[in-house]
């Protein structure tokens, strides 16, 4: 249940501030599947400071316009280097050139789209050119690849690019971010409402630890939706090593299990979740004097949760 107080970090990138207060109040590992407690998936000391210090290698290779991934996966490299050009790049070693090295001042991602589009459409062209996308939704009403554009922008940074628990800042945190990809062991036995009210109102929403912030007041409902139908397309995918892998992840999450019975779809109308979303509501701040988060907005890339249903279908 919600403890009613507000909370006032919102952004992952800025949770490191947080280090010693947490080391001092060591949050003890309290996961639960189906109500039983498990070993939250999370990564180690040491695999999270070498994550740590890639990342930071990978930054200043990037100023430099060198090329190498944070994870030394070849492909993911590839798709993914910004401040290389593609021009002459070998498709088959994934070898790039550093536009910034030619004094050109392009990036790979200047040359991806051959056409660039316009209007709605440009929102979405450059990251579904390096990452993947989806034709179909394991979460009814949801649209995986608009959650994909809110979690690169604010989840990365504690959950990592391949949504591992691995981010730049993870090692700094206590406890460590959980492993979004641990699908039969974790995951997938989350329901969605679980995985809603943790991103809305944050770790303490679920009885979990405040370094999980909230996201309520910078994501809309449906941008929420969208996020867990990206977390639910990514579990328990396998090791990438070709571009084939990474472009195509293959879910164990199974879309008719009791964890999906909530969904975009019909949330409004289902009372666990009308009591979640309330408590989450009044524990946000700013929430006072009209402005709400629950229902729907419309904006930017956001449809409807019955229009996204019906372009899938499609």
Not at 33 to 62: F, H, I, Q, W
Not at 172 to 195: C, F, W
Not at 235 to 249: E, F, G, H, Q, R
Not at 251 to 257: A, T
Request: charged fraction near 20%; proline fraction near 4%.
């Amino acid at each position: 249940m919600m403890k009613g107080k507000v909370r006032g970090i919102t952004v992952c990138t800025v949770l490191s501030i947080f280090v010693f207060a947490a080391a001092g109040n060591a949050a003890e590992k309290r996961c639960t599947a189906e109500g039983v407690k498990v070993e939250c998936p999370t990564r180690t000391e040491a695999e999270l400071s070498d994550a740590a210090a890639n990342y930071e290698k990978e930054a200043m290779n990037m100023a430099k316009g060198i090329g190498g991934s944070t994870y030394g996966i070849a492909p993911f490299d590839y798709l993914t280097g910004v401040g290389k050009r593609t021009s002459k790049a070998n498709t088959k070693t994934f070898a790039t050139e550093s536009g910034y090295s030619k004094g050109t001042g392009k990036t790979e991602m200047w040359d991806r789209a051959a056409k660039p589009l316009s209007g709605e459409a440009a929102y979405n062209q450059w990251t579904n050119n390096w990452s993947p996308s989806f034709k179909e939704s394991l979460v009814p009403g949801a649209n995986p690849n608009e959650g994909k554009q809110w979690y690169y922008v604010y989840c990365v940074g504690c959950h990592g690019w391949l949504l591992k628990g691995d981010g730049p800042n993870a090692t700094y945190l206590d406890p460590y971010p959980r492993d979004l990809t641990a699908g039969a062991a974790y995951m997938n036995k989350k329901t969605n409402v679980e995985l809603f009210t943790v991103i809305k109102g944050g770790g303490g929403a679920v009885d979990l630890a405040d370094v999980m912030p909230q996201w309520g007041n910078l994501l809309h409902d449906q941008d929420i939706w969208n996020v867990i139908a990206w977390i639910r397309a990514n579990a328990d995918t396998k090791k990438i090593t070709s571009v084939a892998d990474y472009l195509n992840p293959k879910s164990s999450f199974d879309p008719k299990s009791a964890a999906n019975k909530v969904n975009a779809l019909n949330a409004a109308t289902d009372p666990a979740f009308a009591e979640a979303n309330e408590l989450a509501e009044a524990s946000l701040a700013g929430r006072g004097g009209g402005l709400k988060g629950a229902g729907y907005v419309e904006g930017g890339l956001r449809k409807s949760a019955a229009d996204e249903a019906k372009m899938f279908k499609k």
